[in-house]
């Protein structure tokens, strides 16, 4: 929803969330503790989460944050398990989506991991700018591992490689998650990939049989990040990913009827 310039009321959001709480996905990214300047459509994650019914699904529930203070207001509410933070390996694009340096945001991390084993709560950092950048950034999968490597070491359990401006091939996908599935086993290694519609299935494909088994997906592909390039790149769509397990016989075990309305409502939030 960040992308979106009109606001969105509250209560849809929170239908629109509560729908998709019924569904029976593992995560579900429900907002973001982040300034309301930055990205105004997000300025009412609090009062969204509020009027979320929690208590009646095994859905666990993530909120984005962008720094110390954003950090420290997620772990006060019980119902978030995870705390999600975008750390790039990108400098340029480091300093376009928090105003933060990369060795500030390492610093930030491990802040931010103190405060989640405080709380009960568990920190996943998405390595932004994975697979490349546009800004001309040093990047090579010898970076990418360097980071995964440095993000362990501080104890963070769970890792999304974030394909932000949606580059990556499967060239590049299949040896990246060859070599970090295998290497850090006691990590969950996942993929957040952005996507144009003709390539989704190839890099499913790609990441799969490399080993991935977390895959992050939007309704219908919408999302994308406002602060990497000018044209926004959408997520895979979570259709994209059944399709995915159907043809290769995979059942992701959800509920069908409660996705399927989920879907119907998305027309009125994305609209």
């Not at 203070?69 to 790039?88: D, M, N």
């Not at 590049?172 to 989704?200: K, M, Q």
């Not at 890099?203 to 044209?231: I, N, T």
């Amino acid at each position: 929803m960040q992308g979106i310039t009109p606001f969105i009321p509250t209560q849809l959001k929170a239908q629109y969330l509560n729908q998709l709480l019924k569904v029976g996905f593992h995560t579900l990214d429900f907002g973001s503790f982040v300034s309301p300047k930055a990205i105004p459509q997000l300025a009412d994650t609090a009062e969204v989460l509020d009027l979320l019914d929690t208590d009646a699904s095994d859905t666990q529930l993530l909120a984005i944050v962008a720094n110390k203070r954003g950090a420290e207001t997620a772990v006060q509410y019980p119902q978030i398990k995870y705390l999600g933070y975008p750390f790039s390996i990108s400098e340029t694009f480091q300093q376009r989506n928090t105003k933060k340096s990369i060795a500030e945001s390492l610093d930030l991390v491990k802040a931010m991991q103190a405060l989640c084993l405080a709380n009960g709560k568990e920190l996943v950092v998405y390595i932004s700018m994975a697979f490349g950048n546009p800004y001309g950034d040093p990047w090579s999968p010898e970076i990418a591992e360097r980071w995964v490597d440095e993000m362990v070491k501080i104890g963070v359990q769970t890792i999304a490689m974030a394909d932000t401006i949606g580059v990556a091939d499967p060239s590049v996908i299949s040896p990246l998650f060859e070599t970090l599935i295998p290497r850090f086993p006691n990590a969950e290694i996942g993929a957040h990939f952005h996507s144009h519609p003709d390539t989704r299935q190839e890099k499913l494909e790609a990441a799969w049989e490399a080993g991935c088994r977390r895959f992050d997906v939007a309704m219908k592909g919408f999302g994308g990040c406002p602060f990497a390039e000018d044209e926004l790149v959408g997520n895979i769509s979570t259709e994209s990913l059944l399709e995915f397990c159907a043809h290769h016989t995979l059942d992701p075990r959800l509920n069908n009827s409660a996705l399927q309305a989920a879907m119907e409502l998305s027309q009125q939030v994305f609209a």
